[in-house]
C-alpha cells in the first residue's frame, strides 16, 4: 500500500503505485497516476489528467496538470504526461494541453529546477535540464539532451535542438539547431556544444562533422541558410548528427537562430 501522509488529500480513482510516497498536504485528482516509487515530497497539487511515470522526485508546491493557460481552450480532458526518474524542484508548474486529449509531455531522466514553467503543449525530450526560473511558453518542443540554463525565455512554437546549451537570460525567438551553444536577446548561436557532446558519447567523426557544419553555417557570412545547408550537405560527412542538424533546420517554421 502506498505510503500517503494522513494531511494528503487523494480524490477517488488515483490510481498511485503500492511503493510510492505521498507527502504531507499533497493534493491528488482523480484522474491522476503515480508510478511506482515516485515520491511527492510535501504540499505538491496533481491536477486534472496527470500521469507520473516511476522514480519520481516532486519538491513541494509544484503544481503538475493545472488548466492551459491559453485562451483557446474549450474544454475536454486535455493532459500531463510525465516520464521516469526525473527530478521536478519547488514551485515547478506544468500545465495540461489545451486541445481534447492532447498532452503536454516530459520524457525521462529530467531535471527541471525550482520556479521553471512549461506551458500548455510543449514536448520536453528526455535527459533535458531546465535550470532555475525558465519560463516556456506554448508549443515549446526541447530536444532530448538539451541544455536550458537560469532565467532563460522562450516563446511560443520554439524549438531546441538535442545537446545544445543555451546561455542564462537568454530569449529564444528562433529556433536553436541541435549541438550549438547559443546566448543572448537576441538568441544568437556563438559556438558548437564540443565538450556536451564529448560528455554525452558522440563519437570522434560525429563531433568533427558538426565542427565542420558549425564553420559552413555560421562563419561563411556571404551563405544565407539554404545555401549553408546544401553546401553542409554536399561537402561534410553525413554522420547521424549532421544528418539531424540537416533536417531540423530545414522543418524550422520561425527560422534558425544564427
Same mark, same amino acid.
Given at each position: ?5 494522513? $494531511? ?18 499533497? $493534493? ?5 497516476? #503515480?508510478?511506482?516509487? !515516485? ?10 489528467? !496527470?500521469?507520473?511515470?516511476? &522514480? &519520481? @522526485? ?9 488548466? !492551459? ?11 500531463? =504526461? ?6 521536478? %524542484? ?35 525530450? +528526455? ?13 515549446? #518542443?526541447?530536444?532530448?539532451?538539451? $541544455? /536550458?540554463?537560469? +532565467? ?17 537570460? +537568454? ?22 556544444? @564540443?565538450?556536451?557532446?564529448? %560528455? @554525452?558519447?558522440?563519437?570522434? !567523426?560525429?563531433? =568533427?562533422? /558538426? ?7 555560421? %562563419?561563411?557570412?556571404?551563405? &544565407? ?13 553525413? $554522420? ?15 527560422? /534558425?537562430?544564427?
Amino acid at each position: 500500500m502506498a505510503n500517503i501522509h494522513p $494531511t494528503a488529500i487523494v480524490a477517488d480513482g488515483a490510481q498511485i503505485a503500492d511503493d510510492a510516497v505521498i507527502g504531507p498536504y499533497c $493534493t491528488i485528482s482523480g484522474q491522476a497516476v #503515480i508510478g511506482s516509487g !515516485t515520491e511527492l515530497i510535501s504540499h505538491v497539487v496533481i491536477e486534472g489528467n !496527470t500521469t507520473l511515470g516511476a &522514480n &519520481n @522526485r516532486v519538491s513541494s508546491f509544484a503544481v503538475l496538470g493545472g488548466r !492551459t493557460q491559453d485562451l483557446k481552450f474549450k474544454g475536454g480532458n486535455p493532459g500531463v =504526461k510525465i516520464g521516469d526518474n526525473n527530478t521536478i %524542484r519547488e514551485y515547478v508548474t506544468i500545465n495540461a494541453a489545451t486541445n481534447d486529449a492532447d498532452f503536454t509531455t516530459v520524457g525521462d531522466h529530467c531535471h527541471i529546477l525550482a520556479y521553471s514553467h512549461i506551458a500548455h503543449c510543449c514536448h520536453i525530450g +528526455s535527459q533535458v535540464v531546465i535550470v532555475n526560473a525558465c519560463q516556456i511558453a506554448g508549443h515549446v #518542443i526541447i530536444e532530448d539532451m538539451a $541544455t /536550458i540554463e537560469g +532565467s532563460v525565455g522562450i516563446v511560443q512554437f520554439m524549438r531546441v535542438g538535442a545537446m545544445a546549451y543555451v546561455g542564462a537570460m +537568454s530569449k529564444i525567438t528562433k529556433d536553436v539547431p541541435p549541438y550549438m551553444i547559443a546566448h543572448g536577446d537576441p538568441i544568437q548561436v556563438r559556438s558548437f556544444n @564540443r565538450i556536451g557532446m564529448e %560528455r @554525452r558519447g558522440v563519437s570522434e !567523426t560525429g563531433r =568533427k562533422a /558538426i565542427k565542420d557544419a558549425y564553420r559552413i553555417l555560421y %562563419r561563411q557570412e556571404e551563405l &544565407n541558410a539554404a545555401e549553408a545547408l546544401n553546401k553542409i550537405e554536399a561537402e561534410v560527412e553525413q $554522420t547521424p548528427e549532421v544528418i539531424h542538424l540537416l533536417e531540423f533546420c530545414r522543418a524550422s517554421e520561425k527560422g /534558425i537562430a544564427r
